[in-house]
């Protein structure tokens, strides 16, 4: 069965940093690498949404909300997807989830707090 783990949130204050990892395993894990994997984010009574997304041919949208704060890559093994955040701001506290076609992971907390 295919999963998608997230890793690497927690509190972090204003202007702190964080990196998530999403990582695959699974009867198709040798094919993330070829895939376009997003990261999405829900805070608590809103929908989720598409934060960062990276093509199957490694091209990288960023939504403007967080342009120049975020950035998504993969390793070079192709079975891991990063989020890089830094400049973290209140506003970036969700859950973060990580999706690539047909899967969601589990998801991630990242809370901005003094």
């Known amino acids: 069965q295919v999963q998608l783990v997230e890793s690497g949130g927690g509190l972090v204050q204003p202007g702190g940093s964080l990196r998530l990892s999403c990582k695959t395993s699974?009867?198709?894990?040798?094919?993330?690498?070829?895939?376009?994997v997003g990261w999405y984010r829900q805070a608590p009574g809103r929908e989720r949404v598409l934060v960062a997304q990276?093509?199957?041919?490694?091209?990288?949208t960023i939504v403007d909300s967080v342009k120049g704060r975020f950035t998504i890559s993969r390793d070079i093994g192709g079975k891991e997807v990063y989020l890089q955040m830094s400049n973290l701001r209140p506003e970036d506290t969700a859950l973060y989830y990580c999706w690539r076609p047909g899967f969601w992971g589990q998801g991630t907390q990242v809370t901005v707090a003094s």
């Open positions: 699974g009867p198709s894990d040798s094919v993330f690498k070829f895939l376009t």
């Open positions: 990276i093509s199957n041919s490694d091209v990288a």
